[in-house]
């Protein structure tokens, strides 16, 4: 069965910028997956940052983007705040349904 | 406003069923998918599955078919997620997420992804 990664934790500095990647255990990601992706600070709901593979959602400021960086999914930070610091996952469609990556604890620091 | 207000929190029994309720108010309950993901304590989030509103299609992950239910009420603009034979690793929060699984007639496009998301419904199976 295809696992979607994602890096397990990173590290930016305020005011940096950060690229997290989503990838296929087998495979490429490409934009047929639809990845969409999703910030979440403990004890609290997912929000929804990007879909199908760089439109921001409503209310999400232009610092958070998405692409296809290669091989892999990607969601940029630029100017890096310190309320940033949360988890983020990519979902990918695979056909059969949607699939959650393991999630990328970003810290701001 | 577009809201997702879901059922309270419950504890089970190993063996048991919960079905946990998600209210959707402030859009057109059945012009939306409703995905149901879940999150373990201190684990990912996971998808479960997604309901079409309008027509009832349900469209389940492998690891839950058979064990999972997902139903609406479309007279109160209610979506359901029963789950069965409850084991402790089913212990988790359960989230309802509006959007999208396919081709959207008003845009023309095909989306597939979560847009709306409820506050959760903790679920705990413990004997």
């Known amino acids: 069965q295809t696992v979607v990664t994602q890096e397990p934790s990173f590290s930016v500095s305020p005011g940096g910028t950060v690229t997290l990647t989503c990838g296929l255990s087998?495979?490429?990601?490409?934009?047929?997956?639809?990845p969409s992706w999703y910030q979440q600070t403990p004890g609290q709901a997912p929000r929804t940052l990007i879909y199908s593979t760089n439109t921001r959602s409503s209310g999400v400021p232009d610092r958070f983007s998405g692409s296809i960086l290669g091989n892999k999914a990607a969601l940029t930070i630029t100017g890096a705040q310190a309320d940033d610091e949360s988890d983020y996952y990519c979902?990918?469609?695979?056909?059969?349904?949607?699939?959650f990556g393991g999630g990328t604890k970003l810290t701001v620091l | 406003q577009v809201q997702l207000v879901q059922s309270g929190a419950e504890v089970k029994k190993p063996g048991a069923s919960v079905k946990v309720s998600c209210k959707a108010s402030?859009?057109?309950?059945?012009?939306?998918?409703m995905h149901w993901v879940r999150q373990a304590p201190g684990q990912g989030l996971e998808w479960m599955g997604r309901?079409?509103?309008?027509?009832?299609?349900?469209n389940y992950a492998q690891k839950f078919q058979g064990r999972v239910t997902m139903t609406r009420d479309t007279s109160i603009s209610t979506a359901y997620m029963e789950l069965s034979r409850l084991r402790s690793d089913d212990t988790a929060v359960y989230y309802c997420?509006?959007?999208?699984?396919?081709?959207?007639?008003?845009?023309?496009?095909?989306?597939?992804?979560?847009?709306?998301w409820g506050k959760g419904t903790t679920v705990t199976v413990s004997s």
């Open positions: 979902v990918l469609y695979m056909g059969s349904g949607m699939v």
């Open positions: 309901i079409n509103p309008n027509s009832g299609g349900t």
């Open positions: 402030g859009y057109t309950f059945t012009g939306y998918y």
């Open positions: 087998s495979g490429s990601v490409s934009t047929s997956y639809y």
């Open positions: 997420a509006s959007g999208y699984s396919g081709y959207d007639y008003g845009s023309g496009y095909y989306y597939y992804y979560m847009d709306v």
